[in-house]
C-alpha cells in the first residue's frame, strides 16, 4: 500500500525542526527577576511537543522529560529562543531534544541557558497508543543524536525497572512490618 503526503512511513529530521521565541515577562520570573525553572520547564515541552506533531501528524503527550541541565539564568526583558527536533522515533515513541538561548536585548549577547530530552508518546483519537513514522537522520549530528538516543532509552528503560523493584521490596517491607 503506499504512503499518504500526511502519513508516510518515513520522516527526515529537519521536516520535525521547531522554533518558538518568547519574551521574559515579569509574570515569568522570580523575586530575583530570574525566569522560574517550572516556566522554562512548560516552554520546553510545548517546543518539543511541536517537533512530536510534526513528526506524528497526531495527538501527542509528553511521557518523559529527562535530563535538563539549566546552565545559566535567564533575565526579565531577555528574548528565549527554544529550538527542538526529533531525535530518534520508536514504535509510538519518540524522543524530542530541546535546546534555548537567551538574547539580551541591550547587548546583543546570545547563550545557551537549557537543553532537555523528552519523550512523547503518539495517541489517536480514542486515546490509544498509535505507530509513529520512522526518522531518517541524515547529517553527521542527527546520526549521532539518534545513536544516543537509543543508549538513553535503554537507561529510562534500566531506571524504570530499578525503581519499580525498590517500590515493590518497600511495600513488601510495610507489609511485613504491619504484619508482625
Ligand atoms: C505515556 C502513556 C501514554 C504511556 O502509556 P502506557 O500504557 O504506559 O504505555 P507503554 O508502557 O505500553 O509504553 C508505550 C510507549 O511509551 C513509552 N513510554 C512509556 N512511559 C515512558 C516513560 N516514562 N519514559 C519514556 N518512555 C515511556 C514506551 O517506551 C513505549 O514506547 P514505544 O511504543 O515507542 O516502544 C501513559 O503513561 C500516559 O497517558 N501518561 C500520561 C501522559 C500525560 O498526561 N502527560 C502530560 C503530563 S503533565
Redesign the pocket.
Known sequence: MSSTPTNPIARTVASTQSEMTEIILPNDTNTMGSLLGGRLMHFI?LTGAMAAYRHSRTNV????M?HIDFIRPVHLGDLLTLKSSVNR???????VGVKVWAENTRTGSFVHVASAYL?F?A?DNQ?R?Q??PELIPETPNEIRRYEDALRR?EH??AE?VRRREEARMATAALEGAQGS
Open positions: 515541552d503527550v509528553t511521557a518523559a529527562d522515533a520508536f514504535s509510538t515513541s519518540m524522543e519523550v508518546v495517541l486515546g497508543r505507530r509513529v532509552r529510562r528503560e524504570s
